[in-house]
Protein backbone atom coordinates (compact mmCIF):
# COMPACT_ATOMS: atom_id res chain seq x y z
CA UNK A 1 0.00 0.00 0.00
CA UNK A 2 2.68 2.72 0.63
CA UNK A 3 4.84 1.80 -2.61
CA UNK A 4 1.64 3.38 -4.26
CA UNK A 5 1.40 6.13 -2.14
CA UNK A 6 4.95 7.09 -2.81
CA UNK A 7 4.33 6.64 -6.88
CA UNK A 8 1.42 8.91 -6.43
CA UNK A 9 3.70 11.31 -4.49
CA UNK A 10 7.03 10.96 -7.19
CA UNK A 11 4.22 11.14 -10.51
CA UNK A 12 2.67 14.30 -9.09
CA UNK A 13 5.90 16.38 -8.19
CA UNK A 14 7.31 14.79 -11.69
CA UNK A 15 4.57 16.75 -13.55
CA UNK A 16 4.78 19.40 -12.20
CA UNK A 17 8.60 19.66 -11.76
CA UNK A 18 7.85 19.92 -16.41
CA UNK A 19 4.99 22.44 -16.01
CA UNK A 20 7.54 24.27 -13.89
CA UNK A 21 9.75 24.10 -16.42
CA UNK A 22 7.26 25.05 -19.01
CA UNK A 23 6.49 27.93 -17.00
CA UNK A 24 9.19 29.94 -15.13
CA UNK A 25 10.65 32.95 -16.87
CA UNK A 26 14.25 32.62 -17.28
CA UNK A 27 17.26 29.77 -17.08
CA UNK A 28 17.68 30.07 -12.99
CA UNK A 29 14.35 29.84 -12.29
CA UNK A 30 13.65 26.48 -14.34
CA UNK A 31 16.81 25.12 -12.82
CA UNK A 32 15.14 25.39 -9.83
CA UNK A 33 12.16 23.55 -11.26
CA UNK A 34 14.25 21.12 -12.89
CA UNK A 35 16.45 20.03 -10.25
CA UNK A 36 13.99 20.04 -7.36
CA UNK A 37 10.99 18.47 -8.53
CA UNK A 38 13.54 15.56 -10.59
CA UNK A 39 15.58 14.69 -8.00
CA UNK A 40 12.57 14.74 -5.25
CA UNK A 41 10.45 12.88 -7.53
CA UNK A 42 13.14 10.19 -8.54
CA UNK A 43 13.60 9.37 -4.94
CA UNK A 44 10.35 9.07 -4.24
CA UNK A 45 9.31 6.50 -6.89
CA UNK A 46 12.76 4.44 -6.27
CA UNK A 47 11.94 4.14 -2.92
CA UNK A 48 8.88 3.13 -3.68
CA UNK A 49 10.31 0.15 -5.77
CA UNK A 50 12.60 -0.46 -2.98
CA UNK A 51 9.29 -0.69 -0.39
CA UNK A 52 7.89 -3.25 -2.98
CA UNK A 53 11.10 -5.44 -3.74
CA UNK A 54 11.66 -5.63 -0.08
CA UNK A 55 15.23 -6.73 1.47
CA UNK A 56 17.81 -8.02 -1.54
CA UNK A 57 20.26 -7.48 -4.05
CA UNK A 58 18.31 -5.87 -6.70
CA UNK A 59 16.81 -3.22 -3.91
CA UNK A 60 21.15 -2.17 -2.98
CA UNK A 61 21.27 -2.21 -6.97
CA UNK A 62 18.18 0.28 -6.72
CA UNK A 63 19.43 1.96 -4.06
CA UNK A 64 22.94 2.36 -5.75
CA UNK A 65 20.93 4.64 -8.63
CA UNK A 66 19.32 6.55 -5.94
CA UNK A 67 22.53 7.41 -4.44
CA UNK A 68 24.18 8.36 -8.03
CA UNK A 69 20.92 10.62 -9.04
CA UNK A 70 21.06 12.09 -5.52
CA UNK A 71 24.51 13.41 -5.44
CA UNK A 72 25.35 13.88 -9.28
CA UNK A 73 22.14 15.76 -10.40
CA UNK A 74 22.75 19.18 -8.37
CA UNK A 75 26.34 18.87 -9.62
CA UNK A 76 25.16 19.23 -13.25
CA UNK A 77 22.49 22.10 -12.34
CA UNK A 78 25.24 23.80 -10.77
CA UNK A 79 27.88 23.64 -13.93
CA UNK A 80 25.00 24.84 -16.16
CA UNK A 81 24.28 27.80 -13.68
CA UNK A 82 27.46 29.24 -13.05
CA UNK A 83 27.90 28.60 -17.23
CA UNK A 84 25.33 30.39 -18.30
CA UNK A 85 25.88 33.08 -15.66
CA UNK A 86 29.48 33.09 -17.74
CA UNK A 87 28.21 32.92 -21.04
CA UNK A 88 25.99 36.39 -20.56
CA UNK A 89 22.83 35.04 -19.70
CA UNK A 90 20.77 38.09 -17.90
CA UNK A 91 18.87 37.17 -15.00
CA UNK A 92 14.65 38.20 -15.38
CA UNK A 93 13.26 41.48 -15.01
CA UNK A 94 11.80 40.74 -11.81
CA UNK A 95 15.68 40.28 -10.07
CA UNK A 96 15.94 42.13 -7.09
CA UNK A 97 19.52 41.70 -6.42
CA UNK A 98 23.04 40.46 -8.22
CA UNK A 99 25.78 39.96 -5.73
CA UNK A 100 27.65 37.90 -8.25
CA UNK A 101 30.51 40.08 -10.29
CA UNK B 1 48.21 56.03 10.23
CA UNK B 2 47.97 54.22 13.38
CA UNK B 3 44.31 52.94 12.25
CA UNK B 4 46.11 51.41 8.92
CA UNK B 5 48.41 49.78 11.03
CA UNK B 6 45.81 47.66 13.25
CA UNK B 7 43.91 47.17 10.07
CA UNK B 8 46.93 45.45 8.86
CA UNK B 9 48.05 43.79 11.60
CA UNK B 10 44.19 42.04 12.12
CA UNK B 11 44.66 40.70 9.20
CA UNK B 12 48.38 39.20 9.12
CA UNK B 13 46.92 37.35 12.06
CA UNK B 14 44.21 36.31 10.14
CA UNK B 15 46.19 35.06 7.50
CA UNK B 16 48.53 33.23 10.02
CA UNK B 17 45.60 31.69 11.74
CA UNK B 18 44.90 30.22 8.00
CA UNK B 19 47.95 28.90 7.78
CA UNK B 20 48.28 26.97 11.03
CA UNK B 21 44.77 25.50 10.37
CA UNK B 22 45.50 24.84 7.01
CA UNK B 23 48.95 22.94 8.26
CA UNK B 24 47.45 21.11 11.33
CA UNK B 25 44.13 19.33 9.66
CA UNK B 26 45.45 18.64 6.08
CA UNK B 27 47.18 16.06 7.36
CA UNK B 28 43.79 14.70 8.35
CA UNK B 29 43.96 11.23 9.46
CA UNK B 30 47.07 8.64 9.79
CA UNK B 31 47.65 6.57 6.48
CA UNK B 32 46.51 3.73 7.49
CA UNK B 33 42.99 4.72 8.45
CA UNK B 34 42.78 6.50 5.11
CA UNK B 35 43.61 3.01 3.20
CA UNK B 36 41.06 1.17 5.39
CA UNK B 37 38.22 3.83 4.41
CA UNK B 38 39.25 4.05 0.97
CA UNK B 39 38.99 0.07 1.28
CA UNK B 40 35.74 -0.28 2.84
CA UNK B 41 33.92 2.10 0.51
CA UNK B 42 35.30 0.55 -2.27
CA UNK B 43 34.50 -3.45 -1.67
CA UNK B 44 31.30 -2.03 -0.51
CA UNK B 45 30.88 -0.41 -3.87
CA UNK B 46 31.69 -4.27 -5.49
CA UNK B 47 29.87 -6.19 -3.67
CA UNK B 48 26.76 -4.17 -4.58
CA UNK B 49 27.71 -3.77 -8.45
CA UNK B 50 28.46 -7.55 -8.44
CA UNK B 51 25.03 -8.78 -6.90
CA UNK B 52 25.68 -11.89 -5.49
CA UNK B 53 27.05 -13.21 -2.40
CA UNK B 54 29.46 -16.01 -3.99
CA UNK B 55 32.83 -16.83 -2.31
CA UNK B 56 35.20 -16.53 -5.75
CA UNK B 57 33.81 -12.40 -6.63
CA UNK B 58 33.85 -11.92 -2.78
CA UNK B 59 37.78 -12.85 -2.73
CA UNK B 60 38.87 -11.06 -6.18
CA UNK B 61 37.09 -8.43 -4.95
CA UNK B 62 38.94 -8.04 -1.76
CA UNK B 63 42.10 -8.51 -3.47
CA UNK B 64 41.71 -5.68 -6.20
CA UNK B 65 40.09 -3.46 -3.62
CA UNK B 66 43.29 -3.83 -1.14
CA UNK B 67 45.67 -3.03 -4.57
CA UNK B 68 43.44 -0.17 -5.32
CA UNK B 69 43.55 1.25 -1.92
CA UNK B 70 47.12 1.05 -1.30
CA UNK B 71 47.41 2.88 -4.36
CA UNK B 72 44.99 5.60 -4.31
CA UNK B 73 44.28 6.18 -0.87
CA UNK B 74 45.30 9.79 -0.98
CA UNK B 75 42.54 10.79 -3.75
CA UNK B 76 39.65 9.57 -1.58
CA UNK B 77 40.22 9.89 2.24
CA UNK B 78 42.59 13.31 1.89
CA UNK B 79 39.88 15.81 3.50
CA UNK B 80 38.57 13.95 6.56
CA UNK B 81 39.47 15.79 9.87
CA UNK B 82 42.03 13.72 12.44
CA UNK B 83 40.29 12.77 15.50
CA UNK B 84 41.19 10.97 18.77
CA UNK B 85 39.67 7.85 18.28
CA UNK B 86 39.43 6.33 14.77
CA UNK B 87 37.15 3.52 15.03
CA UNK B 88 34.67 5.56 17.44
CA UNK B 89 34.43 7.78 15.00
CA UNK B 90 33.88 5.28 12.29
CA UNK B 91 30.93 3.55 14.10
CA UNK B 92 29.51 6.99 15.29
CA UNK B 93 29.21 7.94 11.67
CA UNK B 94 27.53 4.60 10.40
CA UNK B 95 25.31 4.65 13.28
CA UNK B 96 24.23 8.05 14.26
CA UNK B 97 25.52 10.37 11.87
CA UNK B 98 24.06 9.78 8.54
CA UNK B 99 20.59 8.40 9.72
CA UNK B 100 20.54 12.24 11.43
CA UNK B 101 21.20 13.32 8.21
CA UNK B 102 19.02 11.60 6.38
CA UNK B 103 16.48 12.54 9.08
CA UNK B 104 16.95 16.47 8.74
CA UNK B 105 16.90 15.88 4.94
CA UNK B 106 13.96 13.88 4.85
CA UNK B 107 11.94 17.12 5.91
CA UNK B 108 13.80 19.70 4.01
CA UNK B 109 13.29 18.05 0.78
CA UNK B 110 9.34 17.42 0.97
CA UNK B 111 9.42 21.29 1.86
CA UNK B 112 11.66 21.72 -1.44
CA UNK B 113 8.95 20.13 -3.78
CA UNK B 114 5.79 21.99 -1.83
CA UNK B 115 7.64 25.23 -2.35
CA UNK B 116 8.47 24.46 -5.91
CA UNK B 117 4.96 23.45 -6.94
CA UNK B 118 3.50 27.05 -4.85
CA UNK B 119 5.92 28.41 -6.94
CA UNK B 120 4.68 26.99 -10.10
CA UNK B 121 1.07 27.52 -9.32
CA UNK B 122 1.17 31.13 -7.98
CA UNK B 123 3.91 32.64 -10.10
CA UNK B 124 4.46 34.65 -6.33
CA UNK B 125 9.29 34.79 -7.25
CA UNK B 126 11.13 37.26 -6.10
CA UNK B 127 14.54 36.00 -6.84
CA UNK B 128 18.01 37.17 -6.65
CA UNK B 129 21.43 36.33 -5.87
CA UNK B 130 23.48 36.63 -2.52
CA UNK B 131 26.06 35.49 -1.31
CA UNK B 132 26.87 33.50 2.06
CA UNK B 133 30.01 32.52 3.82
CA UNK B 134 31.38 29.04 5.50
CA UNK B 135 33.78 28.08 7.46
CA UNK B 136 34.75 25.00 5.64
CA UNK B 137 37.28 24.59 3.37
CA UNK B 138 38.56 21.22 2.15
CA UNK B 139 37.09 20.67 -1.34
CA UNK B 140 34.64 17.86 -0.20
CA UNK B 141 32.64 19.29 2.10
CA UNK B 142 32.08 22.05 -0.03
CA UNK B 143 30.98 20.00 -2.34
CA UNK B 144 28.83 18.19 -0.31
CA UNK B 145 27.97 21.77 1.01
CA UNK B 146 26.90 23.17 -2.59
CA UNK B 147 25.03 19.91 -3.29
CA UNK B 148 22.71 20.20 0.41
CA UNK B 149 22.12 23.92 -0.13
CA UNK B 150 20.43 22.49 -3.74
CA UNK B 151 18.63 20.51 -2.72
CA UNK B 152 16.84 22.09 0.40
CA UNK B 153 13.72 24.85 -0.38
CA UNK B 154 14.27 27.69 -2.86
CA UNK B 155 17.90 27.59 -3.07
CA UNK B 156 20.41 26.83 -6.10
CA UNK B 157 24.41 27.08 -5.81
CA UNK B 158 25.89 29.07 -8.48
CA UNK B 159 29.96 29.60 -7.75
CA UNK B 160 32.42 28.93 -4.87
CA UNK B 161 35.37 31.42 -4.61
CA UNK B 162 38.08 30.80 -2.00
CA UNK B 163 38.06 33.51 1.12
CA UNK B 164 41.01 34.01 3.50
CA UNK B 165 38.47 32.29 6.44
CA UNK B 166 36.94 29.76 4.39
CA UNK B 167 34.85 29.83 1.25
CA UNK B 168 32.48 31.95 0.20
CA UNK B 169 29.07 30.68 -1.43
CA UNK B 170 27.52 32.50 -4.42
CA UNK B 171 22.91 31.31 -4.04
CA UNK B 172 20.68 31.95 -6.19
CA UNK B 173 17.27 32.14 -3.84
CA UNK B 174 14.24 32.03 -5.60
CA UNK B 175 12.63 34.48 -2.81
CA UNK B 176 14.97 36.58 -1.09
CA UNK B 177 13.85 37.46 2.46
CA UNK B 178 17.32 39.05 3.61
CA UNK B 179 20.18 40.79 1.93
CA UNK B 180 22.86 40.65 4.63
CA UNK B 181 25.07 37.91 4.57
CA UNK B 182 25.54 36.60 8.16
CA UNK B 183 21.63 36.13 8.11
CA UNK B 184 21.27 34.56 5.05
CA UNK B 185 23.98 32.48 5.54
CA UNK B 186 21.63 31.03 9.19
CA UNK B 187 18.79 30.52 6.71
CA UNK B 188 20.32 28.78 4.04
CA UNK B 189 22.97 26.45 5.74
CA UNK B 190 20.62 25.49 8.69
CA UNK B 191 22.58 22.60 10.30
CA UNK B 192 24.12 21.04 7.83
CA UNK B 193 27.62 23.26 8.45
CA UNK B 194 28.33 21.66 11.88
CA UNK B 195 27.27 18.67 10.81
CA UNK B 196 29.90 18.88 8.36
CA UNK B 197 32.69 20.16 10.44
CA UNK B 198 32.40 17.05 12.60
CA UNK B 199 33.84 15.11 9.81
CA UNK B 200 35.75 17.40 7.21
CA UNK B 201 38.01 20.08 7.43
CA UNK C 1 7.48 -12.74 -8.05
CA UNK C 2 5.87 -9.26 -8.06
CA UNK C 3 1.93 -8.94 -7.85
CA UNK C 4 -0.09 -7.78 -10.61
CA UNK C 5 -1.42 -4.27 -9.23
CA UNK C 6 1.90 -3.86 -9.32
CA UNK C 7 3.08 -4.33 -12.49
CA UNK C 8 0.00 -2.34 -13.72
CA UNK C 9 0.96 0.61 -11.36
CA UNK C 10 4.88 0.44 -13.07
CA UNK C 11 2.68 0.81 -16.52
CA UNK C 12 0.86 4.06 -15.34
CA UNK C 13 3.59 5.38 -13.96
CA UNK C 14 6.06 5.12 -17.12
CA UNK C 15 3.12 6.63 -19.20
CA UNK C 16 3.36 9.55 -16.56
CA UNK C 17 6.96 9.93 -17.28
CA UNK C 18 7.33 9.82 -21.06
CA UNK C 19 4.22 12.48 -20.89
CA UNK C 20 6.35 14.80 -18.85
CA UNK C 21 9.18 14.04 -20.41
CA UNK C 22 7.34 15.44 -23.95
CA UNK C 23 6.13 18.36 -21.76
CA UNK C 24 9.80 19.11 -21.08
CA UNK C 25 10.62 18.46 -25.28
CA UNK C 26 8.76 21.45 -25.82
CA UNK C 27 11.30 23.29 -23.96
CA UNK C 28 13.96 21.81 -25.37
CA UNK C 29 12.31 22.84 -29.06
CA UNK C 30 11.48 26.61 -27.98
CA UNK C 31 13.77 27.43 -25.43
CA UNK C 32 15.66 30.58 -26.33
CA UNK C 33 19.22 29.93 -25.17
CA UNK C 34 21.10 26.93 -25.36
CA UNK C 35 21.31 26.09 -21.63
CA UNK C 36 17.23 26.56 -21.62
CA UNK C 37 17.94 23.45 -24.12
CA UNK C 38 20.48 21.88 -22.13
CA UNK C 39 17.96 22.06 -18.77
CA UNK C 40 15.50 20.40 -20.72
CA UNK C 41 17.22 17.72 -22.32
CA UNK C 42 19.21 17.07 -18.51
CA UNK C 43 15.61 16.52 -17.24
CA UNK C 44 14.52 14.00 -19.68
CA UNK C 45 17.40 12.04 -19.04
CA UNK C 46 16.88 11.51 -15.48
CA UNK C 47 13.30 10.44 -16.03
CA UNK C 48 14.40 8.16 -18.76
CA UNK C 49 17.11 6.67 -16.04
CA UNK C 50 14.35 5.86 -13.45
CA UNK C 51 12.41 4.52 -16.38
CA UNK C 52 15.26 2.01 -16.58
CA UNK C 53 14.90 0.91 -13.37
CA UNK C 54 11.00 0.52 -13.80
CA UNK C 55 11.52 -1.18 -17.05
CA UNK C 56 14.06 -4.05 -15.10
CA UNK C 57 11.47 -4.77 -12.59
CA UNK C 58 8.69 -4.61 -15.02
CA UNK C 59 10.61 -7.27 -17.50
CA UNK C 60 12.25 -8.85 -14.93
CA UNK C 61 15.64 -8.44 -16.39
CA UNK C 62 18.61 -7.59 -13.66
CA UNK C 63 20.71 -6.30 -16.23
CA UNK C 64 18.83 -3.23 -16.67
CA UNK C 65 20.23 -1.62 -13.65
CA UNK C 66 23.32 -1.55 -14.61
CA UNK C 67 22.77 0.41 -17.96
CA UNK C 68 20.98 3.01 -15.68
CA UNK C 69 23.88 3.15 -13.08
CA UNK C 70 25.97 3.96 -16.35
CA UNK C 71 23.44 5.95 -17.68
CA UNK C 72 23.21 8.47 -14.63
CA UNK C 73 26.86 8.61 -14.67
CA UNK C 74 27.04 9.34 -18.61
CA UNK C 75 24.42 11.97 -18.14
CA UNK C 76 26.46 14.31 -15.80
CA UNK C 77 29.51 13.95 -17.73
CA UNK C 78 27.81 15.41 -21.02
CA UNK C 79 25.97 18.11 -19.15
CA UNK C 80 29.60 19.01 -17.78
CA UNK C 81 30.92 19.25 -21.36
CA UNK C 82 28.17 21.33 -22.87
CA UNK C 83 28.66 23.95 -19.35
CA UNK C 84 32.53 23.65 -20.05
CA UNK C 85 32.18 24.55 -23.53
CA UNK C 86 29.84 27.54 -22.76
CA UNK C 87 31.79 28.72 -20.43
CA UNK C 88 34.60 29.57 -23.10
CA UNK C 89 36.60 25.90 -23.57
CA UNK C 90 38.83 23.84 -22.40
CA UNK C 91 41.81 25.83 -22.02
CA UNK C 92 42.55 26.17 -18.65
Known amino acids: ?101 | MSKMRFYLRERLDTVKEHIESQLQYGKGIRTWQKILVTFLVLYLFWIVLIGSTATPPLVLGAGVCTLLSILTYDFFARDIRAGENFFSRLLMFVFIYIPELAFIFLFRIIEANVNVARHVILMDINPGIVRIDTTLRSHTAVTALANIITLTPGTLTLDVKETLEGNALYVHWIDVETLSTEEAGEIIKGGVDEWLHRIFW | MASPYLLVALQIVIMVLVATSVICFLRVLVGPTISDRMVGLNTISTKITVMLVLLSILYGRVLYLDVAIGFAMLNVTGSLVVAKYMEGGFRD
Open chain 1, 1 to 101: MIEYILFLAGCTVMVLGAVGVIRFPDVYTRLHAATKCDTGGSISILVGVVVALGVGMVSLKVLLVLFLIFSLNPVASHALARASHKFGIKPCEMTVVDMYE
